[in-house]
């Protein structure tokens, strides 16, 4: 049976106003976020006042290349990469920038905050965003564990290593580093945004 024009809009308003099905609508994807306060210098690594931020399931699932979405997130949030590589195995940090690191592949122990610090696992889709001054290295990992890595603009990274003799100068190196403008996973909310800027 033919409907008539009036009828037919009727019958759309009708519909316009019915709930959809829940399948209609994209779900957030979950992203977790933890910290970690390594603030205490051991031997020539000063560490930071400020958290290191692990944020995991960063890379949502069926991503064609891991690495180009973590490149694109970074970039998109004002964090340029600079590299692709895993963790040196020596400790090591940068007195003048914060560092995030984007795991694309693999997994691998991390020991952040000096000779004697925290081991931590990392895997695939995990970021880590470390402040200015904290110590890592990589104690172990798989054949295929690489990471992305990115600053915030305009910054070369100076590398340091574990000298106690250069502590206190790189100590006051840090102190002046500036809080990034934005969060290289959340962009301008969330993460570091809340918990650096509250410190």
């Avoid at 965003?129 to 990115?150: C, R, T, W, Y």
Wanted: hydrophobic letters at 40%; a neutral charge.
């Amino acid at each position: 049976m033919p409907v008539d024009r009036r009828r037919f809009v009727t019958l759309l308003g009708v519909i316009a106003l019915m709930p959809l099905p829940r399948i209609g609508f994209a779900t957030p994807r979950e992203v977790a976020m933890e910290t970690l306060l390594i603030d205490k210098p051991s031997g020539g690594v000063p560490n930071n006042r400020l958290p290191v931020m692990i944020y995991h399931r960063v890379i949502p699932p069926n991503v064609a290349d891991n690495a180009d979405y973590l490149e694109h997130l970074f970039r998109s949030n004002g964090w340029p990469p600079q590299w692709r590589y895993p963790v040196y195995t020596f400790t090591h940090f940068y007195s003048n920038t914060h560092e995030a690191l984007g795991v694309f592949a693999g997994s691998a122990t991390l020991q952040l905050g000096g000779e004697k610090g925290k081991l931590i696992e990392v895997k695939t889709g995990d970021v880590l965003l470390l402040p200015a001054g904290i110590g890592h290295k990589q104690i172990s990992a798989d054949e295929d564990f690489m990471l992305v890595g990115a600053y915030p603009p305009q910054v070369k990274a100076d590398l340091c290593h574990d000298e106690p003799s250069q502590l206190a100068a790189r100590t006051k190196a840090v102190s002046a580093v500036p809080l990034p403008a934005s969060d290289p996973v959340t962009g301008h909310s969330e993460g570091s945004m809340i918990t650096w800027h509250t410190k």
